[in-house]
């Protein structure tokens, strides 16, 4: 059996991962924030897959791939599989949080929303491992493969009730702590269950990993920046906003079984809202016997 070496680099390359996964994390969250007080929620969920998915997930994972290393196995990969693995982390972040936030009943939406997500998520860092070229024959430990699927699913999970209740920018940073090492731990899982074997038939297609590090760095950064400036400037730009409307936002009670957390719709005009002035003169009309009251009801 080949040696394998997951830090070749020392602890660079899974402390760089690390910090990715945090970042994505945070820009995720904080995205999902202003998802919850959006009229149109769509655009801020889409920034948080691909905040979380794309930055937090799929960068983690390539970033401490860097570090991976084979004895005696020079490693190539297969750029269409490893950008189809990126795509696959956004879109099932994507499809997780939609989830969430569609089904009404939170105690069966979180559940659905992490296995689906947690298991798309293995499938995007499995489906990176098989992009992987090298001359030698891959095994994996059933035992420690099936564990990482159990921590991707649960850290999914949290992430989804992360994703639905965190507030102030303190907590946010607390549970991308915590996200990050349950994304770092799913990943390294999945890599102490591989074996490495000599091989009569390597498979030398592919890439060297340097020829990717370019158009991967310049299009994760440019990502990066642009999620950094839009959720910067959406954080400025909400007391303002507040101060003009006339308004404090308070999130509507968010109970079990009750739909995604959204800032309650008189609350959200800045008036009590036309259904409620209705019932509220109704209301005064009964208690005082009008006369209007009493023919509109013959």
């Known amino acids: 059996m080949l040696e394998i070496d997951h830090f070749s680099h020392g602890w660079v390359t899974p402390a760089l991962a690390y910090l990715m996964s945090f970042i994505g994390s945070v820009l995720g969250l904080r995205c999902a924030v202003h998802a919850r007080s959006s009229r149109w929620p769509v655009g801020w969920l889409i920034a948080a897959a691909v905040a979380l998915g794309g930055c937090g997930i799929w960068v983690m ?7 991976f290393a084979i004895e005696g196995a020079p490693i190539r990969y297969n750029a269409e599989m490893t ?20 089904v009404r009943r939170e105690f069966i939406a979180l559940p659905f929303g992490g296995i689906i997500t947690g298991f798309g998520v293995a499938a995007m860092h499995y489906l990176g491992m098989y992009a992987m070229h090298a001359e030698a024959h891959i095994t994996y430990a059933p035992g420690l493969v099936t564990l990482s699927l159990v921590i991707a699913v649960v850290a999914a999970t949290a992430a989804l009730w992360f994703m639905l209740h ?25 890599m102490i269950s591989m074996h490495a074997h000599p091989t009569d038939d390597p498979s030398t297609g592919g890439v ?9 760095l310049t299009t994760v ?5 642009t999620l950094i400036l839009v959720v910067g ?15 404090e936002p308070e999130l509507a009670p968010s109970v079990p079984g009750s ?9 959200d005009r800045g008036a009590p809202g036309v259904t409620g002035l209705l019932a509220s003169s109704r209301a005064t009309a009964r208690r005082s016997g009008s006369p209007d009251y009493t023919r509109d009801r013959d």
């Open 61 to 67: 994972h390539f970033t401490a791939m860097l570090g």
């Open 83 to 102: 950008a189809l693995s990126a795509i696959i982390a956004i879109v099932v972040v994507w499809i997780g949080l939609s989830i969430a936030v569609r």
């Open 166 to 190: 965190i507030e102030g920018f303190r907590s946010t940073v607390g549970a991308a702590v915590i996200m990050g090492i349950a994304v770092c731990g799913m990943h390294y899982t999945g």
């Open 208 to 216: 060297d990993p340097i020829q990717l590090l370019t158009p991967i």
């Open 221 to 225: 950064t440019l990502i990066t920046i």
């Open 233 to 247: 400037l959406a954080e400025a730009d909400a007391p303002s906003r507040r101060e003009f409307s006339g308004w």
């Open 259 to 267: 739909d995604w957390p959204r800032l309650t719709p008189d609350r």
